[in-house]
């Protein structure tokens, strides 16, 4: 028998791994040792502890080993040793911090700071946080973590354009108080979050239309609608092209677990549309743009993907109305990081929470 526990559900497997059932169970584990006499089971397969060591939710088996203990049961733990790659892709603002009134606000919570310092330490994770954010910035709070390098776009590309689009955001900011213009390495972002939300709403239509009247036609650049910003990058940067090019330099990963809550994650969840409907099989992938563009100097082949459809999680930050390609959804940034922790066996301080996500298509 292989038992698993998921908050107050013991879930069971027969031992050919086949599935055996699932029943509600209190703490003390009581309906548990009348179904071990009833199956007349021999040994308990248990996943404990991570990879790297026991957990907190180690203390609380303790109470279902004993019962086994007690019908006579031979029971053995398994720890999660299996050297999986796994992918994962944060956004930033939004996603592993909640939204504040000014950009320098939103620093990463003790929480959402254990979770990346416990994900980034297992060697078998590859951790991005994929986001419209300065380098700068990132570096400043999250950069002594082992997340992966930082990879500049615009090196090779012509960045002419951002001094053009300045002067348009400058003749808006100039119109209205509360607003400012964030530049940035890659890209140069107009926030209006403390202005008038009416005039704000009216000045950022002017602004995006001379935008698109006047460079987009001439650059290759692209215009994102933002929360309460507007942001102008190359066309290169694009979130969903980093995740291509992510994917397509680790084709081995078996498990991606992707989060982002705004317009420009969208274009995530869409790249890591792998497999046709209902597919069980493996996905090629064709070299990306973020590839071929950036070093044009080398040929590219299609390259085969090791994860499987079900391994693949999008998780949509936000209100469970919002329209997205995600496949799952959580409200809140805390809920983000309540769920790293969740993955490497920690506890959430100062929230004790039940962590629930809502899969959104069947
Ligand atoms: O890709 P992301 O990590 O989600 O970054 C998107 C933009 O986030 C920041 O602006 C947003 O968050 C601010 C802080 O909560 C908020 O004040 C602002 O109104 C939001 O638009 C950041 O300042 C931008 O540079 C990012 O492009």
């Known amino acids: 028998m292989h038992v698993f526990r998921t908050n107050s559900v013991l879930k069971y497997l027969d031992a050919r791994g086949e599935a055996g059932g699932d029943f509600i169970d209190d703490d003390l584990f009581s309906n548990l040792e ?29 109470k279902l080993i004993a019962v086994f203990k007690r019908c ?32 320098s606000m939103a620093l990463p919570s003790p929480n959402a700071l254990t979770a990346l310092e416990k994900i980034t330490s297992d060697p078998n994770n590859i951790v991005y946080i994929v986001s419209g954010r300065d380098q700068a910035f990132l570096e400043e709070h999250l950069g002594h973590f082992r997340v992966a390098a930082w ?47 009416e005039w704000g709403q009216f000045q950022c239509r002017q602004c995006q239309d001379s935008l698109d009247n ?18 102008v990058q190359p066309i290169t940067v694009n979130k969903g092209e980093i995740v291509k090019r992510i994917l397509y330099q680790n084709p081995g990963v078996e498990f991606i677990f992707c989060a982002g809550d705004d317009k420009t994650d969208e274009d995530m969840f869409r790249a890591l549309l792998l497999f046709p409907p209902s597919s069980t099989s493996k996905a090629t992938m064709e070299p ?12 590219y082949g299609d390259v085969e993907l090791a994860v499987s459809p079900e391994a693949v999680f999008t998780t949509a930050v936000g209100h469970s109305s919002k329209r997205t390609l995600a496949s799952w959804h959580v409200t809140t940034p805390e809920e983000v990081v309540e769920h790293i922790l969740f993955l490497v066996g920690e506890t959430p301080q100062g929230d004790e929470g039940v962590i629930v996500s809502h899969c959104r298509s069947p």
């Open 72 to 103: 006579g049961v031979v029971v053995t733990e398994h720890k999660p040793s299996d050297t999986r790659t796994r992918l994962f892709l944060f956004d930033y603002d939004g996603t592993f911090t909640p939204i504040f009134k000014m950009p």
């Open 288 to 299: 990306p743009l973020s590839v071929t563009l950036i070093d044009n100097t080398k040929e």
């Open 151 to 197: 990879m500049n776009f615009t090196a090779s590309l012509d960045m002419g354009w951002v001094e053009e689009v300045a002067e348009i955001f400058r003749y808006h900011t100039e119109r209205m108080n509360g607003n400012h213009i964030e530049m940035k390495k890659s890209s140069i972002t107009w926030h209006y979050r403390s202005s008038d939300p």
């Open 34 to 62: 009348p179904l071990v006499i009833q199956l007349s089971v021999k040994e308990a397969i248990i996943p404990t502890g991570t990879a790297s060591g026991t957990t907190e939710r180690d203390l609380d088996l303790s």
């Open 214 to 231: 006047n460079i987009v036609p001439k650059r290759p650049i692209e215009v994102l609608v933002g929360k309460k910003n507007l942001e």
